[in-house]
């Protein structure tokens, strides 16, 4: 009778966390929030002597929680057979299980608490074979192991009400537990892999961080999967990989240029490869907003297209805090100028040709980003290469009109074409993106290869004369680009 009563109550509480029709913004909005509170406690707890540092609170305990929950969700859906987003919403739901730790480490421990991963074989094994917290031999807090084995407990309880099956209710509980141990290790893993050491440095953190992040985009794409193999779909198709790669190579030649002007500086490979993935993650959420606006979405879609634009864009701003502070910034001041140029009521697209100089600014930032993750201050990047990679790029994003010319038109966007008609204006974007080929190594002095520059900007203009397509463009242009890498890195430039 009272397994009855309280399998009825955890029906009822489900039900009505189901019925929640909060979107994924509510719910990564949440999770930082938790994040921040569990920090204040701890810092309270610890009677205002140890707060933790931002980067814990803003980059690492969102990434890790995020991981669990995410992985959760998709063994509740295994096992119940139920909508994922209705284990999501519940698993969410009861996030709040994070500030058990502090609390019960406080009361537990005092003012004086170390919260670690395993750092060895031994480690991992005494944890796992401790049942994480239950026996003697684990390097978990007392709040953690509580916190643990409550999500242990409530995931059984969930499956036990949904399906009536102690088999299932213990298959999805054994599930989590090895999910659990898998993430504890993710710190060793990385710190072996990289030959870091076997304690719990800041490096040691910065590289499971790292993995944490990589891990956090995979079960992203996983759960999109399981919701909605087409909306997957729809979105890898809408990538837009040759603009994409656009952002991705000014970050490299960043890089790159701050490796030739700072040879004595280590090649920070760990920071490019997060600034890349940041980079892209803010690019593919602008071009989602740009969609939306567009008006190139069905009704249906929008809020899903919404959530995936706020879903890329914590990923940049994540993974751009993990890389360094200033480039978060720079990052962020880009993310503005990308959401403006499509969100009413500014929606800098507008203003026609002279949205280009927008473009030619992001251009520039991004290029400014990959340089300063190398670069050891930002008082370091020559003031001529910013200029140069704005104008050049102002000039060169010419060329994207020539493909929304029918949709420019219709919404009055004063672009060249639309100006001077296709064909005029087919001419004169051809010959502007042609001499951005010679600004750079102008500008730049790099007269070796200013011969070069010019047979590519005439193949250009020749070329989107005939095929008319932006395609031509970018093809030029990376195969410049990584002539003009090659040059320099040479020292023939």
């Not at 995936?308 to 940049?316: D, E, I, T, V, Y």
Request: aromatic share 16%; glycine share 6%; proline share 3%.
């Amino acid at each position: 009778m009272q397994a009855k009563i309280f399998s009825d109550f955890a029906g009822k509480v489900i039900s009505r966390i189901e019925a929640n029709h909060q979107g994924i913004t509510f719910w990564l909005g949440l999770l930082f929030f938790l994040c921040i509170v569990k920090a204040v406690v701890g810092w309270f707890a610890s009677r205002l002597m140890h707060l933790a540092p931002p980067f814990m609170f803003l980059v690492h305990w969102p990434l890790f929680y995020f991981n669990i929950f995410i992985s959760i969700a998709l063994i509740l859906r295994f096992f119940t057979g139920e909508k994922l987003q209705n284990t999501t919403k519940v698993v969410f739901a009861f996030s709040f299980l994070v500030l058990i730790i502090p609390i019960v480490d406080f009361f537990a421990y005092g003012i004086n608490v170390s919260r670690i991963y395993p750092m060895s074989i031994d480690e991992l094994l005494a944890e796992f074979f401790s049942f994480c917290g239950l026996l003697p031999g684990s390097v978990l807090t007392l709040g953690q192991g509580i916190t643990f084995w409550s999500a242990e407990i409530l995931i059984a309880i969930y499956v036990l009400t949904k399906t009536k099956s102690l088999r299932k209710a213990l298959g999805a509980s054994i599930s989590f537990y090895f999910v659990g141990a898998f993430f504890s290790a993710i710190p060793f893993f990385a710190a072996s892999i990289f030959s870091i050491g076997s304690t719990y440095t800041h490096a040691a953190m910065l590289i499971g961080t790292a993995f944490f992040l990589v891990l956090a985009f995979l079960l992203s794409a996983v759960w999109l999967f399981v919701y909605d193999k087409e909306l997957l779909k729809k979105l890898i198709a809408d990538v837009m990989l040759t603009r994409a790669m656009h952002y991705l190579g000014l970050a490299i030649m960043g890089w790159l240029f701050a490796v030739f002007l700072f040879p004595a500086e280590t090649m920070n490979l760990f920071g490019l490869f997060i600034a890349l993935f940041s980079v892209f993650c803010a690019f593919e959420s602008c071009l989602i907003c740009n969609k939306i606006y567009d008006n190139a979405l069905k009704k249906a879609e929008v809020k899903k297209y919404w959530d995936l634009c706020l879903a890329l864009l914590c990923f940049s701003l994540v993974s751009a805090y993990l890389a360094s502070e200033i480039f978060f910034v720079i990052v962020l001041i880009s993310l503005v100028f990308g959401l403006l140029y499509s969100l009413p009521p500014v929606r800098l697209k507008r203003l026609g040709f002279m949205n280009n100089a927008v473009i030619g600014l992001i251009s520039a930032l991004t290029f400014c980003s990959g340089f300063l993750v190398q670069a050891p201050s930002i008082e370091k990047i020559p003031l001529n290469l910013i200029a140069t990679v704005f104008l050049t790029f102002s000039l060169a994003a010419n060329v994207k009109d020539l493909k929304d010319y029918e949709q420019d038109k219709k919404e009055g966007i004063k672009t060249l074409p639309v100006l001077l008609g296709r064909e005029r204006g087919l001419k004169v974007a051809a010959l502007l993106t042609s001499v951005s080929f010679l600004i750079p190594p102008f500008i730049l002095g790099f007269n070796r290869i200013l011969a070069i520059a010019a047979v590519f900007g005439t193949a250009n203009y020749l070329l989107l004369r005939k095929i008319k397509e932006e395609k031509v463009t970018f093809l030029l242009y990376y195969a410049f680009l990584v002539l003009f890498a090659a040059a320099m890195l040479a020292g023939f430039a």
